[in-house]
């Protein structure tokens, strides 16, 4: 009887792991499930949210001919039976490995916002509101790469709105200096204020108070403070941190259960410089792809090898910026910006979809990323594991 790689999720790593398996695993059925039937480019979703406007790719035009698709929610996982439950059937469906790429389509809750920009549901219905109501004055909460996208774009689309960004912490300040100075001077010549280390006591229908007891009001929030994934795998037994992360060893293996394999924003790596965004979550497809493919053939299991290059953000559509990184995520004092920035940083988010279709046309593996050891704290945990027999 043929093993079965079953996929949870076709974003980024699910679908690049079930194409990358599909080349090295001839002797094994491969299926993919997920709730919806088209790929959603995450990291355009703020262009989404602020024109309204979306190219339309379907899953199965992104898969190999030999990768099964199913179009069904995932209710349970259960990893002890080797199984899971999808909804309206009550027939379970069996694997011998699992690939759980369910991405983080959940918020941090802060207090009553519920908006947000996080999956393509929350992004649709933000979109509805703004057209039954015109939007004067936006507020998004969070300074992070999605906040500032966010409101570049939300900007550009909408020159007669005001927008605000409330940052808890100092605005920006995982760039460089020049990565600073430049977001800031962007922001304030496009009228973006940016409203820094200020923490909300209380939001009512259309104003926040801070801590300090100051008011701004606002027509719509955006909450884009930070991401869960989904509550399937902590409920199924899987041991995972407060964002629903499931803990994973140094090959992408959930600490819990062995013959599953976790990728992208639902994976946790303890000690790691590695943060959610298809910039891991495409390697990280691929490695669980080579990893599985290794296990069946007897091989041994390789660590998880990953190192950043650096931090691509749009603001508008003719303005970005390249923040140059060492391989630990930290900022050079190296960027590019403007036009050039926009440019590079284009090119990048089409290289996404361009990878995973390479993937699905050539015969070999395309993909590939800059490697190192991903663990910044205690590498005699990686040393140790990596050694462990599998």
């Given at each position: 009887?043929?093993?079965k ?9 699910g679908?690049?792991?079930a ?8 002797d094994?059925e491969?299926l993919?499930?997920s ?8 990291i ?18 992104l898969?190999?001919t ?11 996982i ?10 309206g059937?009550?027939?379970?469906i ?6 759980v ?8 809750k ?24 015109e939007?004067?004055?936006l ?26 960004i409330?940052?808890?912490?100092e605005?920006?300040s ?8 430049y977001?800031?001077t962007?922001l304030s010549q496009?009228?973006?204020h940016i409203?820094e280390?200020?923490k909300?006591h ?10 300090d007891?100051?008011k ?5 929030i ?10 399937l ?10 964002q ?19 990728a992208?924003d639902?994976a ?26 290794n296990q ?5 299991l390789?660590p ?9 953000v749009?603001?508008g ?14 900022p ?12 590079i ?5 089409r290289f996404?979809?361009?990878?995973l279709?390479m ?8 993909y ?5 050891n ?17």
């Amino acid at each position: 009887m043929k093993p079965k790689i079953l996929i949870l999720g076709a974003g980024y790593a699910g679908i690049l792991a079930a194409n990358r398996l599909e080349k090295q695993v001839k002797d094994a059925e491969i299926l993919l499930v997920s709730e919806s039937t088209e790929f959603k480019e995450r990291i355009r979703f703020h262009e989404l949210a602020s024109s309204g406007s979306e190219k339309k790719i379907r899953i199965k035009d992104l898969l190999r001919t030999n990768v099964n698709f199913l179009q069904s929610k995932v209710t349970r996982i259960l990893p002890k039976e080797n199984a899971i439950e999808i909804d309206g059937n009550p027939n379970f469906i069996g694997y011998d490995y699992l690939i759980v790429s369910l991405g983080s389509s959940q918020i941090h809750k802060i207090q009553n916002v519920t908006n947000s920009i996080q999956s393509y549901e929350s992004t649709s219905h933000f979109i509805k509101k703004y057209n039954e109501k015109e939007i004067l004055k936006l507020g998004i909460i969070g300074g992070g790469l999605t906040g500032i996208e966010m409101a570049s774009e939300w900007k550009y689309f909408h020159p007669n709105s005001s927008v605000f960004i409330i940052d808890k912490n100092e605005f920006a300040s995982s760039f460089s200096a020049k990565g600073k100075k430049y977001l800031r001077t962007y922001l304030s010549q496009n009228n973006i204020h940016i409203l820094e280390k200020r923490k909300i006591h209380s939001i009512n229908e259309n104003e926040i108070t801070f801590e300090d007891q100051n008011k701004i009001s606002f027509d719509c929030i955006l909450n884009c403070s930070g991401f869960k994934t989904s509550n399937l795998p902590s409920e199924a037994g899987f041991t995972t941190n407060g964002q629903n992360q499931i803990y994973v060893d140094p090959f992408l293996r959930s600490l819990s259960f062995q013959n599953v394999f976790v990728a992208g924003d639902s994976a946790f790596l303890e000690n790691s410089i590695l943060r959610m965004g298809c910039v891991t979550a495409l390697p990280m497809g691929a490695h669980i792809a080579d990893q599985i493919a290794n296990q069946m053939r007897g091989k041994k299991l390789s660590p998880f090898l990953f190192q950043f290059a650096g931090r691509c953000v749009s603001l508008g559509r003719n303005e970005g910026l390249i923040q140059f990184t060492y391989g630990d995520d930290k900022p050079k004092e190296w960027i590019i910006t403007g036009k050039w920035g926009a440019l590079i940083k284009e090119l990048v988010n089409r290289f996404t979809i361009f990878s995973l279709k390479m993937e699905k046309r050539l015969p070999c593996r395309f993909y590939f990323w800059p490697k190192g050891n991903p663990i910044q704290k205690d590498e005699s945990v990686f040393t140790k594991t990596i050694s462990i027999e599998t």
